[in-house]
């Protein structure tokens, strides 16, 4: 594993959650992005609460000696994506394992993810989030084609993008 978070509700201050990021292909990994539980945020077998601890893996480019991981958009989409799996994971408040984070109904499986990959068709949501790998200032995004209904976009400076902090150095 890459990095672990801790979630916290920043209103009473509880940590809700936990996860993992698992970001980078090794041997015997499997080649696409998923993300799953490790431990479900429902009531143990004493009716305690357990927290959700979930794992996010991809498999973007690793790091070299002289740059980061850099991401594609559609790197970037993935990650959303699957983060949205992870905070779905993350805020269930079930009862039981069966009704526990992605066990719902079909058409909602995909919604907290798909709301998430929103952002990465929003220009201001791009800058705020990444800077450029070498000058480590806001990356300067030139947006030449957008739709955002027909998710299609092309960002010029995409290939120079990384997300900012240690997920860019591991
Ligand atoms: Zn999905």
């Known amino acids: 594993m890459d990095f672990q978070y801790e979630v916290k509700d920043t209103g009473s201050e509880e940590v ?3 996860f993992y990021l698992d970001l980078h292909p090794r041997d015997g990994k499997h080649s696409h992005a998923c993300c799953g539980p490790i431990q479900q945020g429902c009531l143990d077998d004493k009716g305690k609460r357990q927290k959700a601890v979930v794992v996010l893996i ?4 690793r790091p070299t000696a002289d740059r980061p991981s850099l991401l594609s958009h559609d790197d970037v989409v ?8 992870a905070m779905h994971g ?12 992605t066990r719902v109904q079909a058409d909602f499986l995909e919604a907290p993810s798909q709301m998430l990959e929103n952002w990465c068709y929003e220009k201001e949501a791009l800058r705020l989030m990444s800077k450029h790998y070498k000058v480590r ?3 300067d995004f030139t947006f030449t084609h ?6 299609r976009i092309c960002v010029q400076t995409v290939s120079h993008l990384s997300l900012d902090g240690r997920d860019a150095a591991g």
Do not use: D, V, W
């Open 16 to 18: 809700l959650g936990y």
């Open 146 to 151: 957008y739709e955002k209904n027909s998710q």
């Open 90 to 101: 993350i805020c269930s408040r079930a009862e039981t394992p069966l009704f526990y984070g």
């Open 78 to 85: 993935t990650m959303f994506h699957e983060f949205g799996h």
């Open 137 to 139: 200032h806001a990356a």
């Open 58 to 61: 991809c498999n973007f480019p």
